[in-house]
């Protein structure tokens, strides 16, 4: 099956500054690359996805890129804000048995 | 409102005390699924559902069962709890597999 990888499990930034979480799958079938942010005692919440027919996408402070022959994708997260404190995962799937998540970053944003 | 309605929020059980967990959606979603968070594990997957009366095993199904006779509802199953389930359990859905999952808030579940 499909396996994860999440880089860092703790990140500490400014705030103002640039944050990068890393992943890296196994399976070159999985063609889905979503990310989610999970708030202390709150569900998980799609923040940012994409395909693997997609190089790179770009949701306003948020982008994600995709490095299909690497089997790499990444979340930049830029001028952080406080609020973007949280639990961030990555996952990779879009199989016929959904989805497989990283262990997650906490990422911490420093007044 | 699009959601996924998971009952109960909290439950406190003893070994062995069979017990369900609910999970509903109200957006036509064909494929829903189960997960377990625990620290320093991230979210694993027990069981999913591709549609009605098709289930299959995630990587952590041991000890845990659930059916899908209805597109709506897929109720997750404890047929004798153990203090190693104890966890937060998140259901989730999506029109498919290929797009984001709709979370449920999540059941934090203590066997003792």
């Known amino acids: 099956g499909e396996n994860v990888e999440q880089h860092p499990s703790t990140l500490s930034v400014q705030e103002g500054d640039s944050a990068v979480i890393k992943c890296t799958y196994s399976?070159?079938?999985?063609?889905?690359f979503p990310w989610y942010k999970q708030e202390l005692g709150k569900r998980p919440q799609l923040i940012i996805d994409?395909?693997?027919?997609?190089g790179e996408k770009k949701d306003q402070r948020i982008a994600v890129t995709l490095n299909k022959t690497a089997k790499h994708f990444s979340l930049h997260i830029t001028e952080t804000q406080p609020e973007d404190s949280a639990v961030y995962f990555c996952?990779?799937?879009?199989?016929?048995?959904?989805?497989?998540f990283g262990k997650g970053t906490h990422l911490i944003i420093q007044p | 409102e699009a959601q996924v309605t998971q009952n109960p929020r909290y439950l406190i059980t003893v070994t062995g005390k069979k017990l369900t967990v609910t999970c509903s959606q109200n957006?036509?979603?064909?494929?829903m699924s189960w997960y377990r968070q625990d620290p320093g594990l991230g979210l694993r997957q027990i069981y999913y559902s591709m549609n009605v009366e098709v289930t299959d095993k995630g990587d952590v199904p041991e000890g845990y069962k659930v059916s899908r006779k209805e597109k709506r509802n897929f109720p997750l199953i404890l047929e004798s709890p153990s203090p190693n389930q104890t966890s937060l359990y998140f259901c989730?859905?999506?029109f498919g597999t290929g797009a984001g999952y709709t979370f449920g808030s999540g059941t934090r579940l203590t066997v003792v």
């Open positions: 996952a990779a799937g879009g199989g016929a048995d959904g989805l497989t």
């Open positions: 399976d070159s079938a999985s063609n889905y």
């Open positions: 994409i395909r693997s027919n997609v």
């Open positions: 957006m036509n979603h064909e494929y």
């Open positions: 989730a859905s999506s």
